[in-house]
């Protein structure tokens, strides 16, 4: 039996192989996805961001519950910080889900440098979990702040933490966060200013005004740590998936999916070929020791470098 089919069965340990060769970029993890790409396209990814201390990793946790209560199989990706060591993960958000069911799958991806609060390996994760017949995927982000739009361009439904006092709200709109989230939530919202936050979102996602379709994404206050409110957050999510479908949202997203996973294939390909036909003849080398040494600026150093690639 092929690694794949492995896959295809839910075997836990090929899962996990899988995703260990994707993430470290061997060669033979692209064969077995090309099997599984015909049988994805099945899961719902909700994406989970925000700011750190927000309580992503408490709020995952109720969210595994309540769709483990509703028979779902659920998988979850922790992105975490990358060891400056190793470049492995922190592993902190896999500590703090310590629960444990045969329908639920728990994978911690190491950013590894990648920008955006996410790993580089994680759409290929995403469709390894959707084949493997995952029904609901939640990605929990490393907790960038301003940088975590990057969500956007893999889940399908992206709830946006916030918590009482996060700080200076104008700075939270120019960061793209209102504009990228779908159902925005204020965690620990028994503590004080939780109905100002809530007050101070809804008149800030009135700016911005609705999404495409005309989805105004709703503010919920939810407690995390015991569970209050999210009962409704699961309804409100699974309010915005159907919502979506029928508004042809989801369609068009996945179109702009597609587009952006096949650009960052393009150049990962290009580059790589670029790279070695460079170092084959010397010019690599050549052009970073001048660079290097100031006879010759990057710009027109790369510019340098393009014209051999066309020769």
Same mark, same amino acid.
């Given at each position: 039996?092929s690694?794949?089919?492995?896959v295809l069965q /839910? %075997?836990?340990r090929?899962? +996990?192989?899988?995703? +260990?060769?994707?993430?470290n !970029?061997?060669p &033979?993890?692209? %064969?077995?996805?090309k099997?599984l790409y015909?049988?994805?396209g099945?899961?719902?990814?909700i /994406?989970l961001? !925000?700011?750190?201390g #927000? ?5 995952t946790?109720?969210?595994?519950s309540?769709?483990?209560e =509703?028979?779902f ?5 922790a992105?975490d910080?990358?060891?400056v060591f190793t *470049?492995g993960?922190?592993?902190g958000d ?7 069911h045969k ?7 190491a950013t590894?440098?990648?920008? *955006?609060?996410?790993?580089?390996a994680? !759409? $290929?994760?995403i469709?390894?979990? &959707?084949a493997?017949?995952y029904?609901r995927i939640?990605i929990?982000?490393? /907790?960038t702040?301003?940088?975590?739009i ?5 889940a399908?439904?992206v709830?946006?933490v916030?918590t009482?006092n ?6 939270t709109l120019? @960061? /793209?966060?209102?504009?990228i989230g ?6 620990? #919202?028994?503590?004080?200013?939780a &109905?100002?936050t809530v007050s101070?979102?809804?008149k800030?996602?009135?700016?911005v005004g609705?999404?495409?379709g !005309?989805?105004?994404p709703?503010?919920?206050?939810v407690?995390?740590?015991d *569970?209050?409110?999210?009962p409704?957050?699961? #309804?409100?999510?699974? =309010?915005?998936?159907?919502y ?7 369609s068009m997203? =996945?179109?702009a999916?597609?587009?952006n %996973?096949l650009m960052?294939?393009l $150049?990962?390909?290009?580059? @790589?070929e #670029?790279?070695?036909?460079l170092q084959?003849?010397? $010019?690599w %080398?050549e052009?970073?020791?001048q660079?290097?040494k100031g006879?010759?600026?990057p710009w ?5 470098l393009?014209k051999?690639? $066309?020769q």
């Amino acid at each position: 039996m092929s690694m794949a089919e492995a896959v295809l069965q /839910g %075997e836990i340990r090929a899962i +996990s192989r899988l995703i +260990s060769k994707i993430e470290n !970029g061997e060669p &033979d993890a692209l %064969e077995q996805l090309k099997q599984l790409y015909q049988h994805t396209g099945n899961a719902v990814v909700i /994406g989970l961001t !925000g700011a750190p201390g #927000a309580g992503k990793s408490t709020l995952t946790n109720q969210l595994i519950s309540n769709y483990l209560e =509703k028979g779902f199989k659920v998988a979850v990706i922790a992105v975490d910080p990358s060891s400056v060591f190793t *470049g492995g993960g922190v592993l902190g958000d896999r500590i703090r889900m310590p629960q444990v069911h045969k329908n639920l799958y728990i994978r911690s991806l190491a950013t590894r440098g990648y920008l *955006g609060g996410l790993s580089k390996a994680i !759409g $290929k994760t995403i469709k390894v979990l &959707d084949a493997a017949g995952y029904q609901r995927i939640i990605i929990e982000t490393v /907790g960038t702040g301003q940088s975590e739009i990057e969500i956007r361009n893999f889940a399908q439904v992206v709830v946006v933490v916030n918590t009482p006092n996060m700080g200076d709200d104008i700075q939270t709109l120019k @960061a /793209g966060i209102m504009e990228i989230g779908d159902i925005y939530i204020v965690n620990k #919202a028994d503590l004080p200013e939780a &109905d100002r936050t809530v007050s101070d979102l809804i008149k800030m996602s009135q700016i911005v005004g609705p999404k495409h379709g !005309g989805w105004m994404p709703p503010v919920l206050k939810v407690i995390a740590a015991d *569970g209050t409110g999210v009962p409704e957050l699961v #309804a409100e999510i699974e =309010k915005y998936y159907l919502y979506a479908s029928s508004a042809g949202v989801l369609s068009m997203n =996945k179109l702009a999916m597609a587009k952006n %996973e096949l650009m960052e294939e393009l $150049k990962e390909a290009i580059l @790589a070929e #670029a790279l070695q036909k460079l170092q084959e003849n010397g $010019k690599w %080398e050549e052009c970073s020791s001048q660079v290097a040494k100031g006879e010759l600026d990057p710009w027109t150093g790369a510019e340098h470098l393009l014209k051999c690639l $066309k020769q």
